[in-house]
């Protein structure tokens, strides 16, 4: 089955702006969780979202956002952007016990300028 | 707040033996992990996962070994090979949804 789909894979914004990310979890899973890569920081926790509901949520500002929609996809939203958020975003999705694997996409690389 | 520490950013194996990758958490709560594999331009990969209630979990030729009294755990891969080369990532959670904490990597080069 198709896994984890993410868009755009690559996008350039400038500081200030907001950017918009697009994740289509696997067929059947409910959860998504959203992570940010940067390096020397690894994967940093954003945010999961559970049947529409954010079930937990990292230690990120206000300008990080996201929602899920019925049919499990989901978006996470960046305001007023800076340098600092250029990363790799990742989405992973999973059937969403907590000891489940999660599948990760291949991400949304950002670069603000 | 790193709670989940990878020491080491490089190792480098000749091809055939075992390859050791290390992993130290901090928080106590946490009693599920897992080691993740990364390609460049590529997502993370599962590879293998532990639960607390056990010391040591196989899966062909990797191995996760976790020392709870010492909040560590290791990932042994025998016999090494090429193909192996990559970013390693352990991570954690504490049951409580799909929560993870994340190490910064391990970059494994596999010598032929």
């Known amino acids: 089955k198709a896994g984890v789909t993410q868009t755009p894979r690559y996008l350039i914004k400038t500081r200030g702006q907001q950017v918009t990310l697009s994740c289509s979890p696997i067929s059947g899973h409910r959860s998504v969780s959203w992570y940010q890569q940067t390096p020397g920081q690894g994967l940093q926790f954003l945010f999961e979202y559970f049947s529409e509901t954010q079930r937990n949520k990292g230690n990120f500002p206000g300008r990080f956002s996201g929602r899920q929609f019925s049919n499990s996809r989901s978006e996470m939203n960046v305001s007023t952007l800076e340098l600092g958020d250029s990363a790799l975003y990742l989405c992973a999705s999973s059937l969403g016990q907590s000891t489940g694997e999660l599948f990760f996409g291949e991400g949304s690389r950002l670069t603000v300028l | 707040d790193q709670q989940v520490k990878q020491n080491s950013p490089s190792l480098s194996v000749q091809e055939g033996r075992i390859s050791i990758l290390n992993c130290d958490y901090t928080n106590s709560m946490f009693d599920y992990f897992l080691w993740y594999k990364k390609y460049p331009a590529e997502g993370p990969t599962f590879l293998i996962s532990?639960?607390?209630?056990?010391d040591k979990n196989e899966d062909g030729r990797f191995t996760v070994f976790l020392n709870k009294s010492a909040k560590h755990l290791s990932l042994h891969i025998v016999p090494s090979q090429p193909g192996d080369s990559a970013v390693y990532f352990c991570?954690?959670?504490?049951?409580?949804?799909?929560?993870?904490?994340f190490g910064t990597g391990t970059s494994l080069t596999v010598i032929p």
């Open positions: 532990i639960s607390s209630i056990k």
């Open positions: 991570a954690a959670s504490a049951y409580t949804g799909n929560q993870f904490y």
